[in-house]
């Protein structure tokens, strides 16, 4: 069963400008991850934040979550190239299963 | 060091035949999972061990069958093969002090 869906599908900015992916799920969670996925790759783990927590930072990174709306963000600053990607965001309901939306591709134009 | 590496990285087959994914991680985990990557990018779950027990099938045709010999260790053998399988499958770790996943670089199986 689908747990996250992120949005938008699809985004592309400048360089340098920020970029900001929201994900919504539908039931309650331990924790809330985000991964990127360069084309050809595995994911990456990028950041976690759990249940209790409403913001968290790491870098150029801030997570938010809500779970009143059952909603999470992921912003990116001063975007860079090397950010395009694609972007999931990840339940962790606690039952040995880590359930992926389907992703935000983010593209950084020159 | 690899952490958690799957082979081969590329698999071309007819259908009807049989495959092997094989998948290892150094990292201690005690929580191994499959995933399964569509066209489209869609990541879906289709297996999780934890302790090489069985903990989660997600709705896979019973032509996948995990294995895991040790902790360290979570294949896939898929037999049969299907037009449908193709895709890229995905090895991943974690557990415990570390809920974050682990993935492995993929395997992209194309059935022909």
Request: proline content about 4%; aromatic content about 8%; some cysteine.
């Amino acid at each position: 069963s689908q747990q996250g869906e992120e949005d938008p599908q699809a985004l592309s900015i400048q360089e340098g400008e920020n970029a900001t992916m929201n994900c919504s799920y539908k039931t309650s969670i331990n924790n809330l991850q985000w991964y990127r996925q360069n084309s050809g790759r595995g994911l990456v783990h990028l950041i976690l934040i759990r249940s209790n927590e409403r913001e968290k930072h790491s870098g150029r990174l801030r997570v938010t979550l809500d779970t009143s709306k059952k909603s999470s963000s992921l912003l990116i600053t001063a975007s860079r190239a090397a950010d395009t990607a694609s972007y999931f965001c990840a339940t962790d309901p606690g039952s040995y299963k880590i359930i992926f939306g389907k992703g935000t591709r983010l593209h950084i134009l020159p | 060091d690899t952490a958690v590496s799957q082979t081969p990285k590329y698999l071309v087959t007819q259908m009807g035949n049989d495959k092997s994914i094989k998948c290892e991680q150094n990292l201690g985990h005690d929580t191994m999972y499959w995933y399964k990557q569509d066209s489209k990018k869609f990541l879906k779950i289709m297996f999780s061990y934890n302790n090489k027990e069985l903990i989660i099938n997600e709705t896979v045709p019973n032509r996948f069958s995990p294995k895991s010999p040790d902790k360290a260790h979570l294949n896939l053998h898929i037999n049969s093969l299907e037009l449908g399988d193709s895709a890229v499958y995905f090895c991943a770790s974690g557990g415990g002090v570390t809920p974050e996943a682990f993935f492995g670089q993929g395997t992209r199986l194309t059935v022909v």
